[in-house]
C-alpha cells in the first residue's frame, strides 16, 4: 500500500514518519505539510518526497495517515476519502460533530477503510485487557484518569506551544483516550450526566454507560510532574480490575494501527476504532464541552 503522511510537526515526526518508514506492507510515498521547509526536511529525513500539492499526493497514493491538529484533519480527510485514500487519523477525529460527520459520510460514500489512532487501544497489552474485561462484563463502576503535565509549570514537551490544545485543552487531547478504553467495556454512553472544571484545563467528568455502568473521569494537562499518570480502575460482580502499564512507544503502536488499516481495506470489515467510532467519541466530547461552558458561563 502506498502511503502518504499530512503533516510536519513534532506527532508526526517522532511517531508518524518512522513508523510509516518501518512497516514493511507500506510504501512511504511523500509527505505534505502546511510548512514547505519543514516537509522537504521530514521527507529527506525518510527517503521520500516533500509534496506541494496535497491533492497530488491523494493522487499518487492508496492511503494516507494524518499528523494534523482536529480541525485541519477532518476537513483534509474528507478530500483525501473522496480522492480514494484510505485513513489512518488522529484522535480527536474532528473539532466539531459536523465535521466528524462529514468524515464518516465522505469514508461510508466512498468505500474506504479508516482507522483512528486511539493509542491505548493499539498497545497489545492494553488491547487484550480491554478485550478481556469486555468478556468478563457485570461492571458496576469505573474511574478514569488521565493527568498529563504539559502545563504543569515544568515541562519541556514539544506539544506544550500546540494552539488547538491550548484552545481545547486535557478534555478533547486525553479524553478520547480514557474514552477508547471505557466505552468498549462499558458501553456506549447514553449521556454525560455532569461535567466540572478543575485546575487548570483539568476536568471531571461523569457517565451513564448503556450496559447500566456509571464512570468518572478525571482529565488534566496541568498535573505537577509528579502528579502525572494514567489509570483505569473497574469494579463489579467479579472483583476489580486494574489497567496494566503501557509498555512500548508510539512508533510500535502505530505500526498496529497501521497493520489495522491493511486489514479493513483488504476485507472490508470495518475496525472498531473506525471513523464512526471516532465521531462518537467527538460526540461526548461536545456533550461534555457543552455542559462545561453552561457551567462556567
Not at 478530500?79 to 460533530?97: E, F, S, Y
Not at 500546540?162 to 454512553?189: I, Q, T
Not at 502499564?245 to 470489515?269: E, F, H, I, Q, Y
Request: proline share 5%; glycine share 12%.
Amino acid at each position: 500500500m502506498r502511503i502518504g503522511l499530512l503533516g510536519t510537526g513534532p506527532w508526526a515526526g517522532m511517531a508518524h514518519a518512522p513508523a510509516l518508514s518501518e512497516h514493511t506492507g507500506l510504501d512511504f510515498a511523500g509527505v505534505w505539510g502546511r510548512r514547505r521547509q519543514a516537509a522537504g526536511e521530514l521527507a529527506d529525513r525518510h527517503g521520500t518526497r516533500a509534496y506541494d500539492d496535497v491533492d497530488a499526493l491523494f493522487a499518487d497514493v492508496d492511503a494516507v495517515a494524518v499528523a494534523l491538529p482536529p480541525a485541519v484533519q477532518a476537513d483534509l480527510a474528507v478530500r483525501a476519502a473522496r480522492a480514494g485514500c484510505h485513513l489512518l487519523l488522529d484522535k480527536p477525529l474532528a473539532a466539531t460533530v459536523e465535521r466528524g460527520r462529514a468524515v464518516v459520510d465522505a469514508v461510508r460514500e466512498a468505500g474506504v477503510a479508516s482507522v483512528v489512532f486511539f493509542t491505548s487501544r493499539f498497545v497489545a497489552g492494553t488491547e487484550a485487557w480491554i478485550s478481556a474485561q469486555a468478556r468478563t462484563g457485570g461492571w458496576f463502576t469505573a474511574h478514569a484518569q488521565w493527568l498529563g503535565s504539559l502545563y504543569g509549570g515544568d515541562s519541556d514537551s514539544p506539544f506544550a506551544a500546540s494552539p488547538w490544545r491550548r484552545e481545547k485543552g486535557a478534555l478533547w487531547d486525553v479524553g478520547p483516550h480514557a474514552l477508547s478504553v471505557l466505552l468498549p467495556v462499558l458501553g456506549d454512553a447514553r449521556r454525560v450526566a455532569a461535567a466540572a472544571p478543575g485546575p487548570g484545563d483539568t476536568v471531571h467528568l461523569v457517565l451513564e454507560h448503556a450496559g447500566g455502568a456509571s464512570s468518572s473521569l478525571t482529565l488534566s494537562l496541568s498535573a505537577p510532574a509528579a502528579a502525572a499518570g494514567t489509570g483505569v480502575e473497574l469494579r463489579g460482580a467479579s472483583g476489580t480490575a486494574v489497567l496494566p502499564t503501557s509498555t512500548g512507544g508510539p512508533v510500535t503502536a502505530l505500526l498496529r494501527a497501521a497493520d489495522a488499516l491493511l486489514t479493513a481495506a483488504g476485507t472490508g470489515r470495518p475496525h472498531p476504532c473506525d471513523a464512526a467510532f471516532g465521531l462518537r467519541v467527538t460526540e461526548i466530547l461536545a456533550q461534555a464541552e457543552a455542559l462545561l461552558d453552561d457551567r462556567i458561563g
